[in-house]
């Protein structure tokens, strides 16, 4: 028992001894922990800027705070290249937004605030676009509305975006229903392929960008019709010839 207290006295003793040599700044600017999430998009148009889901230009998501958990001023958060090409590939304007500069496959960045520094996050500076399209074009264009087999009751809406025949990936797409045959379905609700999560966008792949649409149909309902999808893509604030795009899915009922 005795040795036991012991041991937790030479702890306590041991913690203070630390908490008196560290020093906490309690200057409210004074940046203690740094924040730097994934970049809404991982590539940017030369020339344009990086386009969140709503396809405006976006803020790169990186975030100061003090000792008392408050954010610190943006001003003192810097976003650096790593490298030659990377210092020269992007600019910064108001604040933390990427403009590209130079066509760059690998773009390597850090934030840093004070001496603190995050970890290298990576995006593509890329082409301008010259169109926007279904893929493949060769894509069916129907949903099993009221198939008990739930993965027939999925569709992969993919749309892609181009510079002549290259496909250009990172970039981000926004997606919208329209309308659909409100007397065969309660709702349509789009989802991320990957995540399985609500998403109103998709970033572009080797395989295009895709969203998963399923449909809820209402009880006993019977019949065809569609849901009308809108896709869309902005560079230097304007459409994309191709842009937008609205095209129809077959709703078909299921056969025995």
């Given at each position: 028992?005795?040795?036991?207290?012991?041991g937790?006295?030479?702890?306590?003793?041991?913690?203070?001894?630390?908490?008196?040599?560290t020093?906490?700044?309690t200057?409210?600017?004074?940046?203690?922990?740094?924040?730097?999430?994934?970049?809404?998009?991982?590539?940017?148009v030369?020339?344009?800027?990086?386009?969140?889901?709503?396809l405006?230009?976006?803020?790169i998501?990186?975030?100061?705070?003090?000792?008392?958990?408050d954010?610190?001023?943006?001003?003192q958060?810097?976003?650096?290249?790593?490298?030659?090409?990377s210092?020269?590939?992007?600019r910064?304007i108001?604040?933390l937004?990427?403009?590209?500069?130079?066509?760059?496959p690998?773009?390597?960045v850090?934030?840093?605030?004070?001496?603190?520094?995050?970890?290298?996050?990576?995006?593509?500076?890329?082409?301008?676009?010259?169109?926007?399209?279904?893929?493949?074009?060769?894509?069916?264009?129907?949903?099993?509305?009221?198939a008990?087999?739930?993965?027939?009751?999925?569709?992969?809406?993919?749309?892609?975006?181009?510079?002549?025949?290259?496909?250009?990936?990172?970039?981000r797409?926004?997606?919208?229903?329209v309308?659909?045959?409100?007397?065969?379905?309660?709702?349509?609700?789009?989802?991320?392929s990957?995540?399985?999560?609500?998403?109103?966008?998709?970033?572009?792949t080797g395989?295009?960008?895709a969203?998963?649409?399923?449909?809820?149909?209402?009880?006993?309902?019977?019949?065809?019709?569609t849901?009308?999808?809108?896709?869309?893509?902005?560079?230097?604030?304007?459409?994309?010839?191709?842009?937008?795009?609205?095209?129809?899915i077959?709703?078909?009922?299921?056969?025995?």
């Amino acid at each position: 028992m005795m040795r036991a207290q012991r041991g937790t006295v030479a702890a306590l003793l041991l913690a203070a001894v630390v908490a008196a040599c560290t020093e906490v700044s309690t200057d409210p600017q004074v940046p203690l922990s740094l924040q730097f999430d994934s970049f809404p998009a991982l590539a940017v148009v030369v020339g344009d800027t990086m386009r969140g889901a709503d396809l405006l230009p976006a803020r790169i998501a990186a975030k100061a705070f003090n000792g008392a958990g408050d954010s610190v001023d943006d001003q003192q958060i810097r976003l650096l290249g790593i490298d030659t090409s990377s210092v020269r590939a992007f600019r910064l304007i108001d604040g933390l937004r990427i403009v590209g500069s130079v066509i760059t496959p690998t773009v390597r960045v850090v934030a840093q605030a004070g001496s603190l520094q995050s970890q290298t996050q990576t995006f593509a500076v890329v082409r301008a676009p010259t169109g926007l399209n279904r893929f493949p074009a060769d894509s069916l264009d129907s949903l099993v509305y009221n198939a008990v087999d739930t993965a027939r009751r999925f569709k992969d809406v993919r749309i892609a975006v181009f510079a002549a025949d290259t496909l250009l990936t990172g970039l981000r797409i926004r997606f919208r229903i329209v309308s659909f045959a409100t007397s065969i379905l309660d709702s349509v609700r789009m989802i991320d392929s990957v995540t399985r999560r609500p998403t109103a966008s998709a970033l572009m792949t080797g395989q295009g960008a895709a969203v998963r649409l399923r449909a809820f149909p209402k009880a006993g309902a019977t019949g065809s019709g569609t849901v009308a999808i809108e896709a869309s893509f902005k560079a230097f604030g304007l459409d994309v010839p191709g842009s937008p795009r609205l095209f129809n899915i077959r709703l078909v009922p299921r056969t025995p």
